[in-house]
């Protein structure tokens, strides 16, 4: 039988939404630290300026809090 020893998240991807209707997928490269968003739907334009703002924000943040963090004692197989 084979054991998974360690688990790194090099990438992953977030819905984000404001409650306000508008949403945007958020793909972050952890191991290169960048990020990309795509499909955006927005639903209030007056908003969606610095609701870009806000998720680049959250983008940055996750990426600067990245330590290649090992989370195999906490996923089930």
Not at 57 to 65: D, F, N, P, R, S
Request: no cysteine.
């Amino acid at each position: 039988m084979k054991y998974i020893k360690k688990f790194y998240f090099d990438r992953a991807k977030y819905r984000v939404g404001d409650g306000q209707g508008n949403e945007v997928f958020m793909g972050i490269d952890y191991k290169n630290g960048r990020f990309k968003l795509t499909e955006l739907e927005v639903v209030d334009r007056q908003s969606m300026r610095s609701f870009i703002t806000m998720v680049n924000m959250v983008a940055e943040g996750l990426i600067k809090k990245k330590q290649n963090v090992n989370f195999s004692d906490r996923i089930e197989l």
